[in-house]
């Protein structure tokens, strides 16, 4: 046997006495590819949130709508405090409302909006201590970062869940928080649209 057919017939002894030879990288990938456009298929039917760098976003079409002034017009009529009604911009849509009790068992009404930017905003109203409607609303110890000035008003900033944000300012003896995971600019837009709020008269 001449030496191109011993060096055959030993490398094949070799691949038989370890089992099947190694799979390749490439035959690796070919196998996972099945795998890979099964997960992309589904996750294109199912997605309904999209990246934003500013923080979580929701998909427009996917969130509920609510009627803001009618739920802020019912609020007021069972509060012992005046509820203010925000006029947003354009592209802002409210889709969320309720009123919450507290640990003192003063109340807060909710609303919350998705931006134009499809980032989620909330304005809480209360008649509590700052204090205590910044820990209901951002679920840790208050810490301010500091104050802004937005719409004539001052408001403390303060930490809030997933290194958003919670700004906090008073008005004819109620506490107005804005927190959501809009831009600095939507914080601005929304801050001023509260600010210049006139309080709704509640229905009868």
Known sequence: MGESMRG???????????????????SMLF???PLVLVVAGVAGLT??????????????GSAPTVDATAELHEAARRMDFPVFEPRLPAGWRANSADVEQLPSKA??????????????MR?????????ELVSFETRRSPRARGVVEAGGLRWVDYDS???EHAWVTERRGVRLLITGSGSDRE???????????APV???P
């Not at 914080?187 to 709020?197: Q, Y």
């Open 47 to 60: 997605g309904q949130c999209s990246f934003s760098p500013l923080g979580p976003s929701v998909e427009q």
């Open 8 to 26: 055959v017939a030993e490398q094949r002894n070799q691949q038989s006495a370890g089992g099947r030879p190694s799979r390749t990288v490439t």
């Open 187 to 197: 914080f601005r837009t929304f801050a001023t649209a509260v600010a210049g709020a």
């Open 161 to 163: 869940v997933r290194s």
């Open 201 to 203: 008269a509640p229905q």
């Open 107 to 120: 109340r807060a009404v909710r609303v919350g909006w998705l931006t134009a930017g499809s980032h989620y």
């Open 123 to 131: 304005l809480s109203q209360s008649s509590a201590s700052e204090a």
């Open 31 to 33: 196998s996972m590819l």
